[in-house]
């Protein structure tokens, strides 16, 4: 089974609002990725994070992982259409196989 | 294009009949992967290669599916005797792993999959 639990399974904002989505662990993470993945596409990668505590920012998107290494959260600020897919966690194990979370799906209405 | 290219991209088959999917990673590449992806869920971790050895395998991959990577290059994946069950998106990726100071690394790089129907 997946290792890695997502929350919210889906959620729905308006155009503007911000987004969030959180992922757990129960062991300590090696890492953490995250992918997005559009209607009818397939992942692209974001972003990975390796140090305790560590804070990225891509634009209007921030990604943290948690001091304990056991959690990650992406923060979508003033959402966009653009934003609308399915936002994926994953844990690339031990430096070979990658362990996604069953994600975060984003609706955005305009 | 060069991204990972997957075929057919679409295939609907009978129940019991073999499917062959192919895999053509990004050629500098050292490790493929095949997942599999059913509506609303992740990417499921099927098998991986390291150049051409294919070095695990999901529990998930049971003795219907085979992977294969001759020569390190493309991959294929083959499911033999399929069943309803195996209906899902098949997805391959691939990735250039680099152990660093802080840990390892390997951005997944995916194709857009082979969607496969078994009637």
């Known amino acids: 089974g997946q290792q890695v639990m997502q929350i919210p399974q889906y959620q729905h904002v308006q155009e503007g609002e911000d987004f969030t989505t959180y992922c757990n662990s129960s062991?300590?993470?090696?890492?953490i990725q995250w992918y997005k993945q559009r209607p009818g596409g397939h992942p692209v990668f974001l972003i990975q994070?390796?140090?305790?505590?560590e804070v990225k920012k891509q634009k209007r998107l921030t990604f943290q992982f948690g001091e304990a290494k056991k959690n990650s959260s992406l923060h979508i600020t003033a959402t966009q259409t653009t934003d609308v897919g399915t936002y994926f966690c994953?844990?690339?194990?031990?430096?070979?196989?990658?362990?996604f979370g069953a994600g975060t799906r984003l609706f955005v209405k305009a | 294009d060069t991204g990972v290219s997957q075929n057919p991209r679409h295939k609907i088959t009978k129940r019991g009949q073999n499917v062959t999917f192919r895999c053509d990673p990004i050629s500098e590449h050292n490790r493929l992967y095949w997942y599999r992806q059913t509506l609303g869920q992740g990417p499921e971790f099927l098998t991986y290669?390291?150049?051409?050895?294919?070095?695990?395998k999901s529990r998930l991959l049971s003795d219907r599916f085979s992977a294969e990577r001759p020569k390190g290059s493309f991959s294929t994946l083959e499911i033999q005797r399929t069943e309803q069950g195996d209906s899902a998106m098949y997805l391959c990726a691939s990735s250039l792993a680099v152990l660093t100071g802080s840990g390892n690394t390997g951005e997944l790089f995916f194709g857009e999959g082979s969607r496969l129907t078994v009637l």
């Open positions: 994953a844990e690339n194990t031990g430096g070979f196989k990658t362990i």
């Open positions: 994070l390796v140090k305790s505590g």
């Open positions: 290669f390291q150049n051409e050895a294919q070095l695990e």
């Open positions: 062991t300590t993470l090696s890492n």
